[in-house]
């Protein structure tokens, strides 16, 4: 895989001007592993004032960086944006996740050396050629995570760097060094210092990757799950779980387990099952693990109080989470319904067609698009539930049949009157009682018994204005 020629252009521009520079971190990794890389880091022994003149002499802009006072400059190339370096170690005065001050140092063998693991550590010149001074193309190809240093300290120094462990073992399914992953427990303490939007970034990363389920699983055997960290409320800050244990499904901080229990892995095999997309990522973890944890013994079919207990969990579960009110609304609503198709049982495929016109008339999606990506993302959930059913055969059952079909008719009852099909002209014969006109005739739409159709909503008009 070659080289981005705008990277090329920019580790030029500084070695013309006389200062080392390199490629280094994921990107170095990304290309040695024949991926393409996300985004592009450079390291050089030149300060931020010589690189942002370099760059305005190039034609290049400087963006706006708050990173600058810890020697980052991000440059634009051609659209490109590339994050520049100074040369750096980094002193951790106090254990958190952020320096609290930086030194620059003369060489890339000292700049290294404060970077988490070997395999993000690798450098490239503007010729392809790779520096390495931690063994990291040894680690790279046993597809191994090791830290730079004692782990203990790293992980003490910044408590983020057990997250980003977990995002690299499902984005890149890579093993972790036992001796890493042994550190882990002992270093969670530490999230008390690091706010809880911190930590949901860095959860969002891993619930993205492709095997999600073996990034979980390293969070559940090392307590990860447990973690309790910072919140600001009416500035003050208090200490919150970032993963309430009410269903004890966690291994506790401090408390090593060896492996994931089948019932746990039956919960990842459920996530890994659907599409990276965020919010079905975590409705599957969280339908999951309620019924596993919370709902164990009744089998497949629940009582609507169960139904409501467990959608009450994951409201109560997501109230804090510092995330927007949509997404939140989109969770729950996938868990609550995900649920519902259990209390349904065996009489699913006839309470299938009355629940999604219920839906549609609930006044819960504002547009149709809404509608339709709930519906097409409960779909992947309902799927994924025989992922489970090797595993734990008396929790869930498959229901692969449920999915047909639900969609096409989602697609076919309209969630407000602006989705009704029909003349516009002859509408505005209604005049002032237009709106209650299309209301009436939604109202047929979303019950089944009119087709949303020009001719037959035009009909049902018609029908309406000459019953006034």
């Not at 690189?51 to 006072?69: D, L, P």
């Not at 995570?145 to 399914?173: H, S, W, Y």
């Not at 997501?318 to 729950?332: E, F």
């Amino acid at each position: 895989m070659m080289m981005d020629s705008r990277v090329r252009c920019w580790l030029s521009a500084l070695t013309d001007a006389g200062y080392e520079a390199y490629l280094i971190g994921g990107a170095v990794r990304d290309f040695l592993l024949a991926r393409v890389p996300g985004d592009y880091d450079v390291v050089t022994n030149a300060r931020p004032e010589q690189i942002k003149q370099i760059a305005v002499a190039h034609g290049w802009i400087c963006m706006s960086s708050r990173g600058e006072r810890f020697g980052v400059v991000v440059i634009r190339v051609d659209a490109l944006e590339i994050e520049t370096t100074t040369y750096r170690k980094e002193v951790y005065d106090r254990e958190g996740y952020r320096p609290t001050r930086i030194t620059y140092v003369s060489s890339l063998q000292e700049d290294v050396r404060r970077r988490d693991f070997t395999v993000n550590a690798l450098a490239m010149d503007e010729y392809g050629h790779i520096i390495d001074y931690v063994q990291g193309q040894d680690d790279l190809i046993a597809r191994r995570l090791v830290t730079i240093g004692k782990p203990e300290q790293r992980l003490r120094e910044d408590a983020t760097r057990i997250l980003r462990a977990c995002r690299f073992v499902g984005q890149l399914d890579f093993k972790v060094d036992a001796v890493l992953e042994a550190a882990i427990p002992t270093a969670l303490s530490q999230f008390r210092t690091i706010s809880l939007a911190v930590v949901l970034r860095e959860w969002e990363h891993i619930m993205r990757t492709e095997h999600v389920d073996k990034a979980l699983a390293l969070a559940w055997r090392t307590g990860v799950f447990s973690l309790m960290c910072r919140q600001r409320n009416k500035g003050i800050d208090r200490t919150v779980p970032f993963f309430t244990d009410e269903i004890g499904m966690v291994a506790k901080p401090g408390v090593f387990v060896a492996a994931v229990p089948p019932i746990e892995q039956a919960v990842l095999s459920l996530v890994v099952s659907v599409p990276p997309c965020g919010v079905v990522r975590y409705a599957a973890l969280f339908y999951g693990l309620l019924r596993c944890y919370v709902f164990p013994s009744v089998g497949e079919k629940l009582t609507l109080p169960q139904v409501e207990r467990g959608a009450a969990w994951v409201e109560k579960l997501l109230m804090y989470w510092q995330t927007s009110v949509s997404w939140k609304r989109r969770v729950w609503w996938l868990v609550f319904n995900h649920l519902r198709f259990s209390y349904f049982g065996k009489q699913l495929g006839k309470a299938l067609d009355p629940w999604l016109r219920r839906e549609a008339r609930s006044a819960f999606f504002r547009t149709q698009q809404d509608w339709i990506e709930a519906v097409q993302q409960l779909c992947w959930l309902v799927m994924a539930d025989s992922i489970m059913k090797d595993a734990v055969q008396t929790v869930l059952v498959p229901r692969e049949n449920a999915g047909t079909g639900m969609l096409a008719t989602a697609k076919k009852i309209p969630v407000s009157t602006r989705y009704l099909l029909y003349s516009k002209e002859l509408v505005s014969i209604c005049g002032q009682k237009s709106g209650a006109c299309l209301q009436a005739v939604l109202k047929q739409v979303q019950n089944g018994t009119l087709e949303n159709s020009r001719e037959r909503v035009d009909q049902a008009i018609v029908q309406w204005l000459q019953r006034q």
